[in-house]
Structures are given as C-alpha cells and as structure tokens.
C-alpha cells in the first residue's frame, strides 16, 4: 500500500465485499452512546470486518441527536499521490511547504484521495435514509497540526460548526504496532496476548491523558512513539473541547493488517471506541 488512494480502494472493496445487507444490519443493531453536550467521541477507521461495530454505535449517536449535520475530522495520512513531494518536505521542516499545506483540508483538494473518513460517512447514508431524513457529514482533515493547534489556519470554521451544534466526531488509529510498522522484533507484542491489549489500553489513556491537559508537546512525542495517527486530529479536538475534559474508553481492538501488508505478525493497529466530556 503505497498511498492513501491505495488504502481507498482496498477499504472500498471491503465495503463491496460485505455488502449492504452487512452494513445496514450493522447501523440497524447500533446501540447509540451517551455523550455529553459539547463534548466528541473518537472512533477508528480500521477494518470494518473488526471494528465496523464501534463505527455503527457512533452512528447511531449522530442520527439519535437529531442533528442534521455532523462535523467529522479525519485523518490526512499523505495528500494525494500527486502531493508526495511536498509532503515530505514539509514534515522535513521546509518551510515554504509546510506553510501551504498546514491547515484544514477538505476534499476539494489535499485530501481528495483521503479513506479515513469513507466507511462512516457510508453508514451515515445508510442510516439517515433508514430514518427518513438527511444527515451532511461536514468532513475536515487538520494536516500538520505540530504542538499549537490554535494557530491552525482553518481552525475557526471548526469553531463555527460546533459552535452551531453539530456533533463532534474525531477518528484516529492510536497505535501502529509490529513488523509492518518497524517496531524492533524484540518489542513485537502479540495482539492475541491479553497483557498486549492492556499495554494498548494504556498507551490510548496516556495519549488522551497529554491532550486533555493541552500537553501538546508531551502528546506528539506520545503519537510519534506509538505512530498514532492522532497527531493532527487529536490536537485539533483538544483545541475545540478546551482543557481538562474526561473521556471513556468504551473498546479498543488490535486489528490483523499482517496479510494486507504482506508482513509477519505481530503487525496489528489498535482502533478504540471513545466517548469524550466536556470539563465542568
């Protein structure tokens, strides 16, 4: 897999392969979640196959609130096949193209080619129809967010959506762990291993933990430890929510992409079910 265009295909031949059957049945069986006012939840953008479920439940929460739309931030893992140049530079530190491609992107552009908010949007559709009302998926993807996400160009539209009441949803892959993400051998953990799913529980909580507490400079070296990719969407969330905002970890799951990667196992990414409150 050698751009997100890639990974776009292969989930979207993974929604084919299941079928509208499976992915209605999944928004028809989704219990919705309490969330409080002003508050997010976070949900992964792994295989539906795993961790279609934790998706459906965040579904079911949007279509329950009644709102008409729903502000979803993804995550822009590249740019476009065409942008690879430019990407790399600017996570070089060149600065003339981080200056252009720091901020918030939709898909008329940069992110174009991005998957990581298909499959929800999908369910969204799926679910809005059932009840028989439209719900916009309003989609956003934060790129080269760094340690002060308040300076974000782009970030007061963010703002004005909230603002206006439309839920907040944020997804992230928080771990990416094993020998397709060059994690020394000697560090592999077993994703069938109990202790490994306690090990990710914690890395998850640490992460949530330095955003909370807008320790952003703590968090990217967090992120860039466990190659989460809640490096520019989990910044941007904190920024919205304000400081000192609790969370619960409704679920996590240590997702096989060993075959898709053509990898030795252990090559597993965690996705995790979250719900997020507000400080009082």
């Not at 084919?16 to 997010?40: D, F, I, K, N, S």
């Not at 240590?254 to 990414?269: E, K, N, Q």
Request: aromatic share 6%; net charge negative; charged share 25%.
């Amino acid at each position: 897999m050698d751009s997100a265009f890639a990974w776009k295909q292969y989930y979207a031949a993974e929604r084919t392969r299941l079928g509208t059957a499976v992915l209605e049945r999944l928004v028809a069986e989704a219990e919705p979640l309490a969330v409080a006012r002003g508050g997010a939840i976070v949900m992964p953008h792994t295989r539906l196959e795993v961790t279609g479920a934790q998706i459906a439940r965040v579904v079911a929460t949007v279509l329950e609130s009644g709102a008409d739309r729903v502000l979803a931030l993804g995550v822009l893992h590249g740019g476009r096949r065409s942008d690879a140049a430019r990407v790399a530079a600017a996570r070089d530190g060149d600065p003339d193209a981080l200056s252009e491609l720091r901020g918030v992107h939709d898909e008329g552009g940069l992110a174009s080619e991005e998957f990581s908010l298909d499959a929800f949007a999908d369910l969204v559709e799926l679910a809005a129809r059932r009840a028989g009302r439209p719900v916009d998926v309003i989609r956003r993807y934060p790129f080269l967010v760094g340690e002060d996400p308040s300076s974000l160009p782009g970030i007061d539209e963010l703002r004005a959506i909230v603002a206006n009441g439309a839920p907040l949803v944020v997804t992230t892959d928080p771990i990416h762990h094993g020998h397709a993400y060059d994690t020394p051998p000697e560090d592999c953990c077993d994703e069938h291993d109990p202790s490994t799913t306690e090990m990710a529980s914690a890395a998850i909580d640490a992460q949530l933990d330095a955003l909370s507490g807008h320790r952003f400079d703590e968090f990217q070296t967090l992120a860039a430890h466990h190659r989460s990719d809640f490096r520019d969407t989990g910044p941007v969330m904190a920024a919205l929510l304000g400081a000192g905002w609790s969370w619960d970890v409704h679920d996590v799951a240590l997702v096989d992409y060993g075959d898709a990667l053509d990898a030795p196992r252990p090559s597993w990414v965690a996705g995790a079910l979250v719900t997020v409150s507000p400080a009082r």
